[in-house]
């Protein structure tokens, strides 16, 4: 009886806390909840109190404001420009040297003609005989070696035979 006081003790208490074992039991959990509902009120914050510094901003961060957004709109108007100015400069430079590439094509045209209308047998007759060029005999080609291994040489005394030059 003691035993069966307990229980219905037991049981007792948990109705009225709010607890029904069996209830928790058949849906599937093991821990109990309590059933206490925590109701969460909102926190209220007088208006009057942040009225004034909402909208308040001093003179000091205003001109900081707006001298930032000045900066910020000028060096993106010098990005822009800049941005601008390579372009321009990619096309001019594209243009430049597509002419170079046609000035180039016309001076090879030109130098082939030029060349092909010269006739070197021509040229040494009129040499000859017009002028009275003759060939270099053996006394008078003289040889001179570049021991600096320069593209040229310097003259630093008058040539032997050469007449004084």
């Known amino acids: 009886m003691i035993l069966g006081i307990r229980q219905n003790t037991f049981f007792?208490?948990?109705?009225e806390g709010?607890?029904?074992m069996a209830s928790e039991?058949?849906?599937?959990?093991?821990?109990?909840?309590?059933?206490?509902?925590?109701v969460?009120?909102?926190?209220?914050v007088h208006e009057t109190e942040h009225r004034g510094r909402r909208h308040h901003m001093s003179l000091g961060y205003l001109l900081f404001l707006?001298?930032?957004?000045?900066?910020?709109?000028?060096?993106?108007?010098?990005?822009i420009s800049l941005q601008s100015e390579i372009?321009?400069?990619?096309?001019?430079?594209?243009?430049l040297e597509s002419r170079l590439n046609n000035l180039k094509q016309d001076n090879?045209?030109?130098?082939?003609?030029?060349?092909?209308?010269?006739?070197?047998?021509?040229?040494?007759?009129?040499a000859i005989q017009e002028y009275g060029m003759t060939y270099a005999s053996e006394g008078q080609i003289i040889t001179y070696s570049d021991e600096g291994g320069n593209d040229?040489?310097?003259?630093?005394?008058?040539?032997?035979?050469s007449g004084g030059k």
């Open 25 to 38: 039991y058949i849906r599937g959990t093991t821990v109990r909840k309590p059933n206490k509902k925590h």
């Open 12 to 15: 007792t208490g948990l109705m």
């Open 66 to 79: 707006t001298f930032a957004l000045v900066m910020m709109l000028g060096t993106l108007a010098w990005y």
């Open 152 to 161: 040229y040489v310097r003259q630093l005394a008058p040539i032997p035979g």
């Open 87 to 95: 372009k321009n400069s990619v096309k001019y430079v594209a243009e």
């Open 40 to 44: 969460e009120r909102p926190v209220r």
């Open 108 to 126: 090879d045209e030109a130098y082939n003609r030029a060349n092909g209308n010269v006739d070197l047998d021509e040229i040494k007759r009129i």
């Open 18 to 20: 709010g607890m029904n």
